[in-house]
């Protein structure tokens, strides 16, 4: 049990564009998402954490326009990415955990390159 | 405000040398859970091992062993008989508890991690 499925794996966009990505949990109400970047060679940083039907909540330095977070049902949470530039070339990784759950259990992750 | 440290950045063995990953943590929550992660090339997190505050007993799993020590806030990972296929960047992590409250685990605060390198 406990499985988190991400979509795309990996994905190439124009600079300029937009790019959403899926954050799903497969057998569990994920009431709680969270997602995090990771730069090549570097540690993973939380990016923002998402309730189910509230707004999500960004960490300082994250521009909660930029990076569009929905999280509309308790299965699902999205990731936009508006107006990517190359520096926004990175890994994004979802994790997701249930109500008053005390581990979040992650996607495989997508790798973003912004050209 | 919490801070994960790895301070060993690469660590390169040979092959069923026995290696030890530091991990120190700085929170000021007395209740918090900690992490171990490995993360191969492919990108993936791959889920090693969660302690809680309370439980301080080390912990062994096969090739695996954790010592835990609060008093000098550490949660120390232990490869024994070490592999090639052992051979990744491993994360350790914290996650603060909103307790009482029932909101659960928070986001985790990772270190920066450490790249092992097993040579045949």
């Known amino acids: 049990g406990a499985v988190v499925s991400q979509h795309p794996s990996w994905v190439i966009c124009k600079s300029g564009t937009s790019v959403k990505i899926e954050c799903r949990s497969l057998?569990?109400?994920?009431?709680?998402m969270f997602w995090y970047r990771q730069f090549p060679k570097q540690s993973l940083m939380l990016m923002a954490t998402?309730?189910?039907?509230?707004?999500?909540?960004?960490e300082q330095g994250v521009e909660k326009d930029k990076f569009l977070i929905n999280h509309a049902s308790l299965t699902l949470s999205t990731l936009t990415v508006t107006s990517a530039h190359p520096e926004d070339s990175s890994f994004y990784i979802c994790?997701?955990?249930?109500?008053?759950?005390?581990?979040?259990?992650f996607g495989q992750g997508t790798r973003l390159t912004v050209v | 405000a919490q801070k994960v440290t790895q301070a060993q950045t690469e660590i390169s063995v040979v092959e069923k040398e026995d290696v030890t990953l530091d991990c120190v943590y700085e929170?000021?929550?007395?209740?918090?859970?900690l992490f171990w992660y490995k993360q191969p090339p492919s990108g993936e997190l791959v889920f090693l091992i969660r302690?809680?505050?309370?439980?301080?007993q080390n912990e062994i799993s096969g090739r695996y062993s954790w010592n835990f020590q609060k008093s000098t806030s550490s949660f120390n990972f232990t490869i024994t008989a070490s592999q090639v296929v052992d051979s990744a960047v491993y994360f350790c992590?914290?996650?603060?508890?909103?307790?009482?409250?029932?909101?659960?685990?928070?986001?985790?605060?990772f270190g920066k991690g450490t790249h092992l390198i097993i040579q045949p």
């Open positions: 992590a914290l996650s603060e508890a909103k307790g009482a409250s029932g909101g659960g685990a928070d986001g985790l605060t």
């Open positions: 994790s997701a955990r249930g109500p008053g759950g005390t581990e979040a259990f």
């Open positions: 302690r809680n505050s309370f439980d301080e």
């Open positions: 998402s309730n189910e039907g509230s707004k999500a909540t960004y």
């Open positions: 057998d569990f109400q994920a009431t709680t």
């Open positions: 929170t000021r929550d007395t209740t918090y859970y």
